[in-house]
C-alpha cells in the first residue's frame, strides 16, 4: 500500500538515507494497475514513486530505469521527462540502467497473476492450463514479445536438468514434444519458481535502440548489472559486461558520451548516492581500487549461442583495497580482499 512506501521513506529521509525501488511495473499495460486507466502504467508507476519522494523528502534512486517490450518502447522520453520535471522542482530523484537489450528474472514472472493466485493447484487444474495456453501468449504478442525464442534458460533450478542451461524456451519445449508454455509450466512446477531466466530483447533489439541509449545518455542515469550470478548454469551477460559495454560500445563506438563521465557514474557519482565516503575517488585516504584498462581496446566478450559472455577484455590491472588482485589480465589466486560496503 502507497501509505507503507510512504512510512518507510519518511524513516529513510529521517537518516538521511535514499530509498531505491523497483517500481510497480516497467510496462506500458500490466495487471498492476487497471487496464482501464487512461495514463500508461509505467508512467503511474514513476509519478507514484517521485509524488512520495516530493511529500517525505526522500532521495529517491528508481532502479533500472527501463521500458519493458516493443510496446513500451516509444514511453522512454516522457519517462525521463518526469524524472527531469521532478529534478527540476527540488525533488531528488535519479535513476540508474543496464546496457543490455536483456533482463533475468524468474521464469514464474511470466505467469499472469490470477494464475499465480491458485498456485500449486492451477499447475492441475486442466481448464487453468488451457486458459493460459491461450491468454499469455496472446498477451506477449501484443505486448511486442515473442516467447519461444526470446526467453532463453540460466539454469532450472531441478537436478538433472543442467543440459536445459542456455536453450530458448522453445528449443526446450522442441525437446520435450510439448508447446511452449506448456514448458514453462513444466519448469516452474518442477523447479517450485526458481527456474531463472533472460529476457532476450525485452529492452531494446538491433536497429532499434534509441530508447535504451537516450536512458543511459541520460544524465542523472548511473549504470548497474542488476545480473543473477548463479554459481553453474548460463550466466546473465552483465554480470561479466557491464562496464566494460559501456567504456567500450557506449563510449569508444557509439560516443554517446565522454570516458570521463561514463567513469564520473561508475565511480564517484555512485559513492556519492549511496553514501560510501570511503570509495568512489582516487585521493589521499581513500580506499585504493583502481581498474587500469585500455580505452582502445576494453570490450564485453559477447556471448555466441548457447555459449554464454566470457571475461572482458581490455582491463590490465585491478586493485581491490590497495591489493593486486588481476595482474596482466589474469586474477591472482587466493586474493580476497573485498569487504561489505556500508553506509
Not at 482501464?36 to 508507476?45: M, R
Not at 520535471?85 to 536483456?102: F, H, K, L, N
Not at 545518455?217 to 545480473?227: G, I, K, M, V
Amino acid at each position: 500500500p502507497r501509505e507503507e512506501v510512504e512510512a518507510f521513506s519518511a524513516v529513510a529521509a529521517k537518516a538521511k538515507k535514499p530509498v531505491t525501488v523497483h517500481l510497480r511495473t516497467y510496462i506500458r499495460f500490466s495487471e498492476a494497475y487497471s487496464l482501464v486507466s487512461l495514463k500508461l502504467h509505467n508512467l503511474l508507476a514513476l509519478q507514484k514513486m517521485i509524488d512520495i519522494a516530493r511529500s517525505t523528502g526522500v532521495s529517491l534512486q528508481v532502479s533500472h530505469a527501463m521500458a519493458l517490450f516493443r510496446v513500451t518502447w516509444p514511453t522512454v522520453d516522457r519517462y525521463l521527462g518526469m524524472i527531469e520535471e521532478a529534478r527540476g522542482q527540488g525533488v531528488d530523484v535519479m535513476t540508474d540502467a543496464i546496457p543490455y537489450a536483456e533482463i533475468n528474472g524468474s521464469l514464474s514472472a511470466l505467469l499472469p497473476l490470477w494464475f499465480i493466485a491458485r498456485l500449486p493447484q492451477g499447475y492441475k487444474s486442466r481448464w487453468a492450463r488451457m486458459r493460459i495456453n491461450v491468454e499469455s501468449p496472446i498477451a506477449l504478442r501484443r505486448a511486442g514479445y515473442e516467447l519461444k525464442e526470446q526467453v532463453r534458460l540460466m539454469y532450472s533450478g531441478v537436478g538433472g536438468w543442467e543440459d536445459l542451461s542456455g536453450l530458448s524456451l522453445g528449443q526446450v519445449a522442441r525437446k520435450w514434444g510439448v508447446s511452449a508454455m506448456d514448458a514453462l509450466l513444466r519448469l516452474s512446477e518442477s523447479s517450485n519458481g526458481r527456474a531463472a531466466v533472460l529476457f532476450q530483447a525485452a529492452a531494446a533489439e538491433p536497429g532499434n535502440e534509441k530508447h535504451l541509449e537516450a536512458i543511459l545518455s541520460y544524465n542523472s542515469c548511473l549504470f548497474e548489472t542488476d545480473a543473477l550470478i548463479p554459481s553453474r548454469g548460463y550466466p546473465n551477460p552483465a554480470g561479466f559486461g557491464t562496464f566494460p559495454k559501456v567504456l567500450g560500445h557506449y563510449v569508444r563506438e557509439r560516443k554517446l558520451f565522454s570516458v570521463e563521465d561514463a567513469i564520473r557514474r561508475m565511480t564517484s557519482a555512485s559513492a556519492d548516492r549511496f553514501g560510501l565516503k570511503e570509495r568512489g575517488r582516487l585521493e589521499p585516504g581513500k580506499a585504493a581500487d583502481v581498474v587500469v584498462f585500455d580505452p582502445q581496446t576494453i570490450s564485453e566478450a559477447h556471448p555466441m549461442g548457447r555459449e554464454p559472455a566470457g571475461r572482458p577484455v581490455g582491463i590490465h590491472h585491478v586493485f581491490l583495497n590497495g591489493a593486486h588482485v588481476v595482474k596482466n589480465g589474469a586474477y591472482v589466486a587466493g586474493m580476497r580482499v573485498g569487504r561489505v560496503l556500508r553506509q
